[in-house]
């Protein structure tokens, strides 16, 4: 069976408010149970990718289709297509406050699945489950607003995960969270990915790029794809990622000698 594509862009192009580019002719690929990362340095246009595959955005010129059907403003106003294009995929903002507006962290994990009208029994099992792994048991009755980074972006991974979508988009899911969540948040994408999903991630993180991805492209400052491949041979590629701000020649002094060595930049670099 020949792999399908979920998501098709040709040649697109996005700015804001018409004059701030956004991204410049940006062409790819994406097919079923693939696991793509999107890299490139602050203002890239990385999130700007992402807002388009979510439908959040649309170009101001070339194409985008989802399973083949292109994806426009007037597409969404038919509440039969937007709603089962909301099932069919999953947004994580970076910032996931925007994704938490219920009094209880409960009520936000489940509020998607409610609307969907999904079997309530279905809905508290996979609550359970999410809950026991991404270790937010504690959390179900508190307020969102009193919770950390690491905890509100766990919640909002629930809040997608539980809906079960076919299609997850991430942006910068482990941008300052600690080791150990960013280990379940690992995990649980290698699940999802396991079962079919396909999973596209934007980062900085080169560190969780091994083990997110099929395929990997490199965005330059110019809002282009510059480079694609596997995370093993972009990663290796040092001039490309130099090319590209996503690594730093960190010099220092053993004895008398200088040595030279890569850094891969893991934190945020404005």
Do not use: W
Not at 13 to 21: D, H
Not at 31 to 39: A, C, N, T
Not at 187 to 192: P, Q, R, S, W
Not at 240 to 260: F, G, P, Q, W, Y
């Amino acid at each position: 069976m020949a792999e399908e594509t979920v998501f098709r862009l040709e040649d697109v192009y996005f700015s804001y408010l018409g004059r701030y580019p956004a991204l410049c002719g940006i062409s790819l690929d994406i097919k079923r149970g693939e696991k793509i990362s999107v890299i490139g340095a602050n203002g890239c246009g990385k999130s700007s990718l992402l807002h388009i595959l979510d439908g959040l955005i649309f170009p101001d010129s070339g194409k985008i289709s989802l399973c083949s059907k292109e994806l426009k403003e007037d597409a969404f106003e038919d509440m039969a297509f937007s709603s089962d294009f909301r099932k069919k995929v999953g947004f994580v903002f970076q910032n996931s406050e925007v994704q938490l507006f219920c009094p209880t962290v409960k009520e936000d994990i489940v509020f998607g699945p409610l609307q969907m009208g999904k079997v309530k029994t279905e809905i508290k099992r996979r609550l359970d489950e999410l809950a026991f792994v991404l270790n937010i048991e504690e959390l179900l009755e508190r307020s969102p607003h009193q919770l950390s980074i690491g905890e509100k972006r766990k919640v909002a991974i629930a809040s997608v995960l539980i809906i079960d979508p076919e299609v997850i988009i991430m942006d910068e899911p482990t941008a300052g969270l600690d080791p150990l969540t960013t280990r379940h948040i690992i995990d649980l994408l290698t699940e999802a990915s396991r079962s079919g999903k396909t999973i596209i991630t934007a980062t900085h993180d080169l560190h969780i790029v091994e083990e997110i991805s099929d395929t990997v492209y490199v965005v330059s400052r110019e809002k282009k794809i510059v480079g694609s491949g596997s995370p093993e041979r972009i990663l290796a590629d040092t001039q490309l990622l130099k090319e590209n701000n996503l690594v730093h020649i960190h010099s220092h002094k053993h004895r008398d000698a200088t040595h030279a060595h890569p850094h891969l930049h893991i934190d945020h670099h404005h």
